[in-house]
């Protein structure tokens, strides 16, 4: 038996399993391990306000730049 991964547009979904299940295909649905997510989501790190600041005065800056006129 072949595995095969397909990007199925917004609403066909039922469409597509329905036909495959006609043709035969058995469908699997991925299990996602929920602990195991909300673990690696508590490892993303969150920025201060003081990480953001230098970002915000380059913005700030790049924004006020004049084009040379010819």
Known sequence: ???????????????I??????????IQQEKID????????????VWSDEDVKPIEEARSAFDSLKPVQW
Do not use: R
């Open 34 to 45: 929920m602990e195991a997510f909300k673990e690696k989501i508590l490892q993303i790190p």
């Open 17 to 26: 399993k329905e036909l495959l299940k006609e043709l035969g295909v058995t």
């Open 1 to 15: 038996m072949e595995k095969l991964i397909i990007n199925v547009p917004e609403g066909k979904s039922a469409l």
